[in-house]
């Protein structure tokens, strides 16, 4: 069965990094953009940026760019989602998505979802 | 930034037709996905590119896309399909996905 599968969730402080990722099964990974959304209570879902594994392409939300890096190993078919230094706000649900053909297209099968909690 | 929304709640009974909107400027000349998302769950693909149905989802759901407005059609309408539903599209100006603010459906 096709589908992506997320690191756990995660509990940390203000000013500490953290590395999600985010690993796709039976399909061809490196042919597929991944997505990254952010979802709080109160912003509802946000793009953050998107990845080509195949030659780790991104490209970034304005919102998001300079604050995470998205990146790939299309070796081991992961892609990652990492912060230098949290704040409190970064606290949300982060899910990775693929798209269905192009970048532009939708997003037909997304990760289960890590949780992130940034509290001192 | 192109803008889309979307009504907070939309309420209706088991058996009914729920309508969920999606507004946008020019929203007609985008393709608009649709998402359906239950508690503490991830956003399942329900709809995409205005009407199409991913194998698995229902012929009760249904998209249209017309002027500023699409919709989110939903026949029939079961307890199940209680959730939030976003929608979302591709703004070709700025190369961004940009989602819906959400919409809350509830089955009385």
């Known amino acids: 069965e096709v589908h992506l599968v997320q690191s756990g969730a995660e509990v940390k402080k203000p000013g500490e990094s953290l590395k999600i990722s985010c690993k796709g099964s039976e399909y061809s990974f490196a042919s597929y953009w991944i997505a990254w959304v952010r979802q709080t209570p109160g912003k509802g879902l946000e793009w953050m940026g998107i990845i080509f594994p195949g030659d780790s392409e991104t490209k970034y939300s304005p919102s998001f760019r300079g604050q995470v890096t998205i990146s790939a190993d299309k070796s081991i078919n992961t892609a990652y989602l990492q912060w230098t230094s949290l704040k409190a706000s970064d606290s949300a649900i982060y899910f990775c998505?693929?798209?269905?053909?192009?970048?532009?297209?939708?997003?037909?099968?997304w990760g289960q979802g890590t949780k992130v909690t940034v509290s001192s | 930034s192109y803008v889309l929304t979307q009504p907070p709640s939309v309420s209706v009974a088991p058996g009914l037709t729920a309508r969920i909107t999606c507004g946008g400027n020019g929203i007609e000349y985008k393709s608009v996905h649709w998402y359906q998302q239950k508690p503490g769950q991830a956003p399942v693909m329900v709809v995409y590119?205005?009407?199409d149905r991913p194998s698995g989802i229902p012929e009760r759901f249904s998209g249209s896309n017309s002027g500023n407005t699409a919709t989110l059609t939903i026949n029939r309408v079961e307890v199940g399909d209680e959730a939030d539903y976003f929608c979302q599209v591709w703004d070709s100006t700025t190369d961004h996905r940009v989602f819906g603010g959400g919409t809350k459906l509830t089955v009385l």
């Open positions: 998505a693929r798209h269905r053909h192009t970048q532009q297209d939708a997003l037909d099968l």
């Open positions: 590119d205005d009407r």
